[in-house]
């Protein structure tokens, strides 16, 4: 069976290159702004190498070919053939179709499918959708293989719109048949005999505790699948599998299970799931974040029986290339005469967000994105301090409480609007119980359908502000906007009771498990309510329970509040790692002039926080350093400081504790480390050198380079530092001592008080710790390949020295021959008399030029060499001939000494240097 992967042909290559010149197109553009691949991808597609068919596909459209036309195509049986998009096999034969069924789940599909497209954007396509989530769709339908892929992310990161995605994928690759189920739209009872918990049954009814849903909750939950995957009071289980038996495996997609999701529904989907996955159906789910990793989480727990089929996909941020797309195609419909807006609003907004650490947030959140373009792009001008509460405001009040007719907020039509919005938001927070009630009929808001509320109702709908479901439901287009919505609606003087009632609600003891659906709410309320209603909930609060601690610690930063975000640190620290690390989370997401204000509080996290925070503020705030420098970088000190302070850590293999401060300061220190060593402070340098030896390699070494330009004094300092342990055995560690010894030699030598000698010898041959010995030979060695005058001077050494100096000598000479020092040895050579030549020690001379040395050596060089070598040939054959052997294939005087010279020299010389000549007559002449 063909393969999932398609390539171009020899043909097809030429026509794809002439293609992207003709659309004036770079392999990088299709990377980057059209976002359809990596550029590895991309550079695989035109190189002939195979390539995901849906990405060949793509590529090829964008480029205006007939992929049919440039595929290269595959042999099998003897046969040439152009492989179409897999189609999956089944287990199971296919027997008699079932054109009923089959029409009714693709007819509730393609209604679904609607309400999966992006209400403001266009659709911009994703790599990942290609590169990970069909591959493992595939695993399951092509496969045979039982699969449940999560599809995971926050609110608004286009999940929906991905599945969308992959469900036009399936069908464009004929599965034999693909369903779709929209949460929104399912009929769940919240009435015992439908969807009431069991666990409050039981804690109120006499019997023995269930040990998981009753029967007839099963089946409502079934039934409710089924009735939206086919339009039938059906099993969704008994519908997959009649599907499958029929017409082969094919896939279920379920959207928002975040909606319908509790505890006790999960133990009844788990049990559904495994039905429909051994009946041979792949399964793919969209889900919160948050809602996953509290009911799903661990899935060998939550979901028995299924860890092993789970693929969970976290959905990324937009990337930058995709940020831009977006933007093009906003503008591409906004302003169609003028696509050059679209680049030119997508680098402002790009450039903001490197200061504005929220706004970065807005632009990687396919919908905050979406709701930017929309209020902001034909303006063109974006708040520089917007944050996600103000963007939701600033939309309120742009769609919701203003009217276009009127080009007024307080016409009657504005308020009108805001009224039925807030009713709808009562409505829909009075309906929501075990889970956030999403969707509503019309007639459910018991308002009088005068023309005034029509008018607003159509109004409201011609926004987009509302959109119509199937069967007569409207909601809010995002369920992040019914949070707002309802938040708004809790700051109204006619929503007290409701206020109080809420907040008596998340004191409950089993709020934090039983209430998740409100912390969303909880959040964009307290960031919108007033000072004295924010300061009284946080009063109040549990702050204990970590949703609601995350959910005042995001609204405090919202807020600009510096004292509220103080306030959490005690409780932060008492309760330890998942407490600190969500005020970690909020901190992070703080614009800079904030961050600034509570950089004491960083500090604080920093030194006493438990690992794992601590770990990932370092790198943050080593990263927000890096690109602030100019108002951050005067907190280098303190931070260095406050993370050099911190006491050992508890750990199972480490009695004395575990010390983390060398990891942490390398998590911090790194990704400032070039602009450190571009503008080394002394003062941070001083506290930098005081904790050498606690610092990891990496971080080490970035130091030692730091000082290159410091003063005398601090580049004394370091060394005496560093002397007092020996060297690290690491190799990048000992290269930067290398270097920074041999800068330092020349000019301290002047000075005086240099750590490790006065003099070149008094460096090269005094006795230090561990390794230190190397470190002086290269760093003398490097200097005497830059100073002739050292140079000769440690050679006069080697050769008439005292011989217990020698071997340090040595290896400092053949250090300054592999940094350039032939010149100066031959220099050297070519002023001695030949009397004096002759008389030289020339087997430790010989030494000096090893094979490796003379091979660093350039042709001219060694030519020269060569020259100064045949005065000596006479007294010192032996010796003259090894060193001219090594010159021969570079030296042409070498090569015609050895064979003039042959049948001078001793038989046993006469007879190797033979051989040696061979190397230099062609290989007939060989015997």
């Not at 217990?804 to 032939?822: Q, Y």
Request: glycine share 6%; with cysteine; net charge negative.
């Amino acid at each position: 069976m063909p393969g999932r992967s398609l390539q171009l042909s020899e043909a097809g290559q030429q026509q794809a290159r002439q293609a992207l010149l003709v659309r004036n197109l770079t392999q990088k553009a299709i990377a980057n702004e059209l976002a359809l691949a990596s550029w590895s991808t991309v550079n695989k597609f035109f190189n002939g190498k195979p390539v995901d068919r849906f990405i060949f596909q793509e590529i090829c459209d964008a480029l205006n070919l007939a992929w049919e036309d440039v595929v290269e195509a595959i042999v099998v049986d003897g046969k040439s053939l152009t492989p179409p998009l897999p189609t999956p096999s089944s287990p199971h034969p296919p027997t008699s179709t079932s054109p009923h069924l089959l029409t009714a789940t693709q007819t509730q599909a393609t209604a679904a499918r609607e309400a999966l497209n992006p209400r403001i954007l266009e659709r911009i396509p994703r790599a990942v959708v290609r590169e990970k989530y069909l591959g493992a769709i595939a695993r399951g339908i092509h496969e045979q293989k039982e699969r449940l892929i999560a599809i995971i992310g926050p609110a608004g990161y286009g999940k929906s719109t991905i599945l969308g995605d992959i469900y036009d994928e399936l069908v464009a690759a004929e599965t034999p048949w693909v369903g779709l189920v929209l949460c929104s739209s399912l009929s769940l009872s919240t009435s015992y005999l439908g969807f009431m918990s069991y666990g409050l049954v039981a804690a109120t009814m006499a019997g023995p505790v269930p040990s998981g849903p009753s029967q007839n909750q099963q089946e409502m939950i079934a039934n409710a699948l089924g009735q939206s995957l086919c339009g039938e009071s059906r099993s969704v289980v008994e519908v997959c599998q009649e599907l499958t038996r029929t017409l082969g495996r094919g896939v279920l997609l379920i959207d928002t299970l975040d909606l319908v999701i509790n505890r006790d529904f999960v133990a009844a989907f788990g049990a559904l799931m495994r039905q429909v996955l051994a009946g041979g159906t792949t399964v793919v789910f969209t889900c919160r974040d948050h809602e996953y990793n509290d009911y799903l989480e661990p899935v060998n727990e939550r979901l028995p029986g299924l860890s092993q089929a789970m693929d969970r996909y976290a959905v990324p941020n937009f990337s930058t290339a995709e940020i831009r797309a977006a933007a093009v195609a906003f503008f591409r419909t906004l302003a169609p005469e003028q696509p050059e807006r679209g680049q030119a609003f997508a680098d402002k907004v790009l450039a903001l967000s490197t200061d504005n650490r929220s706004l970065r947030d807005i632009l990687e959140n396919p919908l905050l994105l979406a709701l930017l373009c929309d209020l902001f792009g034909e303006a063109g001008d974006v708040p520089p301090d917007l944050t996600v509460s103000k963007l939701y405001q600033r939309y309120w009040q742009e769609k919701v409480a203003y009217s276009r007719v009127d080009q007024s907020h307080y016409a009657p039509l504005a308020m009108e609007k805001e009224t039925f919005c807030l009713g709808v938001a009562q409505r829909l927070f009075e309906l929501s119980e075990s889970r956030l009630c999403e969707s509503f009929y019309r007639d459910d808001l018991g308002l009088t359908s005068t023309p005034q509320v029509l008018a607003a109702y159509n109004d409201l709908l011609s926004e987009g502000v509302l959109t119509p479901l199937g069967g007569g439901k409207v909601h809010f287009f995002h369920q992040t906007l019914l949070e707002y919505a309802i938040a708004y609606w809790l700051t109204r003087q006619s929503a007290t009771a409701q206020r109080h009632r809420f907040l008596e609600q998340l004191q409950q003891p089993d709020a934090q498990a039983q209430r998740t659906h409100w912390l969303p709410v909880l959040r964009q309320f307290l960031a919108i309510a007033d000072e004295a209603e924010f300061e009284t909930w946080v009063v109040q609060l549990d702050l204990n329970a970590m949703g609601i601690f995350g959910a005042v610690a995001y609204a405090a930063v919202s807020r600009d509040r510096p004292d509220a975000l103080r306030r959490l640190l005690p409780t932060a620290l008492q309760l330890g790692e998942h407490h600190q690390r969500r005020l970690q989370q909020a901190l992070m997401a703080a614009p800079r002039h904030l961050i600034e204000a509570v950089w004491d509080l960083v500090l604080a996290l920093l030194q006493e926080a438990e690992h794992l925070t601590a770990g990932h503020l370092a790198q943050m705030t080593g990263v927000l350093v890096e690109r602030w420098w100019s108002s951050l970088q005067v907190h280098l000190v303190d931070t260095v400081t406050a993370i050099a302070s911190r006491a050992p850590i508890d750990h199972p293999k480490f009695s004395a504790g575990y010390d983390d401060r060398g990891q942490l300061l390398g998590r911090f220190l790194q990704p400032c480390m070039e602009r450190i060593q571009a503008h080394p402070a002394p003062e941070l340098l001083a506290v930098l050198r005081q904790h050498i030896h606690i610092l990891g390699h990496g971080t080490a070494t970035g130091v030692i380079y730091s000082h290159q330009q410091a003063q005398p004094e601090a580049q004394q300092d370091l060394l005496r530092q560093l002397l007092e342990k020996p060297v690290p055995r690491y190799e990048d560690v000992k290269l930067a001592l290398f270097i920074f010894v041999a800068d330092c030699l020349p000019s301290h030598l002047t000075i005086g008080c240099f750590p490790l000698g006065q003099s070149w010898d008094a460096v090269l041959h005094s006795h230090h710790p561990d390794l230190w010995e190397l470190v002086q030979i290269k760093a003398v060695g490097r200097w005497a390949a830059r100073d002739e005058p050292i140079g000769q001077a440690i050679l006069q050494d080697y050769l008439f020295g005292r011989r217990d100096r020698s071997g340090r000598n040595l290896k400092a000479l053949i250090e300054a021959m592999g940094h350039g020092a032939g010149s100066m040895l031959i220099n050297w050579l070519q002023a001695l008399p030949e009397e004096a030549l002759k008389s030289l020690p020339w087997d430790r001379l010989k030494k000096v030029f090893t094979a490796g040395t003379v091979a660093t050596l350039p042709a001219p060089t060694q030519e020269q060499l060569a020259i100064g070598l045949l005065p000596a040939m006479g007294t010192h054959p032996d010796v003259i001939y090894s060193l001219l052997n090594r010159l021969a294939d570079q030296s042409l005087t070498a090569r015609q000494a050895l064979l003039s010279q042959a049948e001078t020299l001793p038989l046993p010389i006469q007879k190797e240097i033979g051989n040696q000549l061979l190397r230099f007559q062609p290989i007939q002449a060989h015997p």
